[in-house]
């Protein structure tokens, strides 16, 4: 008996270990998921495909969309902006972003042809069309609760600058965002923080340069490790270079108009609240409210704006006079107080009547500011060093003559 049972355990056994075997065998022929390390997703590939899918470069297409800024500029992308650049691929094409964003992108269908003409015409890449729509997802009317207006997104006192009066106007407005940016990109010769200076002010940026340590680079990446720009700023660059590589590769991507919605209120990536206005609202709000001094003063309306290098001993009091503007004025057009230390190098921005005009000479032996002063009709005040040096014979100077 006892060795009729130990028989029938043996053959169990070996039943079993057959079994285990057997569907081992089944397993292994399951294709297994992978990670795409671009899009930071799981996705399942058809057997035949999962050996010959090219991955989607992504590395390569920021590099592109900088190039188009400067074609001879090398970028180094590096691991953390990388990341965060595919995050929101992910967000925007697959993830809790996707509606926002296709709903944006279609939106935008109707204004893309006339902003990338007059970028085009402007020599301005024509990546920045995706720019408006991280701004305002592509809605001309949209307020912001930090009272930014229309599909980019200008503040009252901005669009002052740039002599934008309705800041719903897609053309207007476009012309106005063109040149500011075209003016970030001169101050700081590199697109990711020009861009970063069009998010949260270009003092703010000028300020978290100098707060760089030493031994780190001049870059968008270096600003973003040592938390020198607000986070919605290191949010806003991968969202642009996201929105740029998922709005041309729609297909890829399986971005469809089909289901686009237009919505009455959207969410925008930084999660600002934001509403529809109607126009007749908004023109009756720029009427009454921002533009109604304009018929008290036209001279303030059409004031421009300088940007003035502050030098070595230079005081608010000491510009003031020399520009003939109001301490006041300058300190609110710049957002400071006047218990500022004013930094060399610095950029003051200086509102005028008349914007001056600027020469840059090289002083000739025998030449005084005096004598400078009078060769270009101006006064020996607005002569001034390059370099912050010495008026002397070989150096570099600035002459500013204004034109009545």
Not at 43 to 63: C, G, H, L, V, Y
Request: glycine share 4%.
């Amino acid at each position: 008996m006892n060795k009729l049972t130990a028989d029938m355990n043996r053959i169990k056994f070996i039943m079993l270990v057959s079994v285990v075997c057997i569907l081992s065998t089944s397993c292994a022929n399951y294709a297994k998921p992978r990670i795409d390390s671009n899009l930071n997703n799981y996705t399942d590939p058809k057997p035949e495909e999962a050996n010959n899918e090219k991955e989607f470069d992504i590395r390569s297409s920021i590099q592109q969309i900088l190039q188009a800024f400067h074609q001879d500029k090398a970028y180094t992308i590096d691991e953390e902006l990388l990341d965060r650049v595919n995050n929101y691929i992910y967000a925007f094409t697959q993830g809790g972003l996707k509606d926002f964003f296709i709903n944006s992108l279609c939106r935008g269908d109707r204004y893309i042809n006339s902003i990338s003409t007059m970028l085009d015409k402007h020599n301005m890449p024509s990546e920045l069309v995706y720019l408006a729509l991280i701004e305002s997802g592509n809605q001309p009317t949209i307020k912001s609760k930090k009272n930014a207006l229309g599909l980019w997104q200008f503040r009252k006192g901005t669009a002052i600058d740039y002599n934008l009066i309705d800041r719903t106007d897609v053309k207007q407005s476009t012309i106005a965002a063109m040149k500011y940016i075209n003016d970030l990109l001169c101050m700081f010769d590199d697109p990711l923080i020009a861009l970063s200076a069009y998010n949260c002010g270009e003092g703010r940026v000028m300020y978290a340069l100098k707060q760089l340590p030493h031994h780190s680079q001049r870059s968008f990446s270096s600003l973003m490790k040592e938390n020198l720009i607000p986070k919605e700023t290191q949010d806003y660059i991968p969202k642009f270079l996201a929105a740029v590589i998922c709005g041309t590769h729609r297909e890829k991507f399986n971005l469809t108009c089909s289901s686009f919605i237009q919505e009455e209120e959207i969410i925008r990536p930084e999660k600002l609240y934001v509403k529809r206005v109607e126009s007749k609202q908004i023109e009756q709000k720029i009427s009454k409210n921002e533009y109604h001094h304009s018929k008290k003063s036209k001279a303030k309306d059409s004031k421009q704006i300088y940007h003035y290098t502050i030098r070595k001993g230079d005081t608010l009091s000491r510009i003031s006079t020399l520009f003939g503007v109001s301490i006041n004025e300058i300190t609110t057009t710049n957002k400071i107080s006047v218990r500022d230390v004013l930094d060399k190098g610095k950029i003051l921005r200086i509102p005028l009547k008349n914007k001056p005009k600027e020469f840059e000479i090289v002083i000739k032996k025998g030449e005084t500011p005096s004598s400078i002063a009078k060769k270009y009709k101006t006064k020996p005040n607005f002569v001034f060093s390059k370099y912050d040096d010495m008026l002397i014979a070989g150096k570099e100077a600035v002459v500013l003559r204004f034109i009545e």
